[in-house]
């Protein structure tokens, strides 16, 4: 059964820096070979997948946030990360983590705040 928890969010001004954390607990393997995704979503709008990160490292992220949003993994801890620089107030949603395509439970995420 895998979990995940989302961490990291937080309320920031215009500009500012955020560093999400994913833990994946309960994946093994099944972590380690996993394309990772990062969504968010805002109230009456659809999810959003923002970012995401292959195996090998390899990744993508979304046009909106191109040169502003960085996404690692370390499997060894289970745990993918979303570095989030210049933050917009329409970056303002609830981050969450899964798959891509997900294939897990959705955690509760966190939520991002940008606002002055």
């Known amino acids: 059964q895998v979990q995940l928890v989302e961490s990291g969010g937080g309320l920031v001004q215009p500009g500012g820096t955020l560093r999400l954390s994913c833990a994946v607990s309960r994946s093994g393997i099944i972590f380690t070979i996993s394309t990772m995704g990062w969504y968010r979503q805002t109230p009456g709008k659809q999810r959003e997948l923002v970012a995401t990160?292959?195996?090998?490292?390899?990744?993508n992220t979304a046009d909106s946030v191109k040169g502003r949003f960085t996404v690692s993994r370390d499997n060894a801890k289970n745990t993918v990360y979303l570095q989030m620089n210049n933050l917009k107030p329409d970056d303002t949603a609830v981050y969450y983590c899964?798959?891509?395509?997900?294939?897990?439970?959705w955690g509760q995420g966190t939520q991002v705040t940008v606002s002055s």
């Open positions: 990160i292959t195996r090998e490292s390899s990744t």
């Open positions: 899964n798959t891509d395509p997900p294939r897990w439970m």
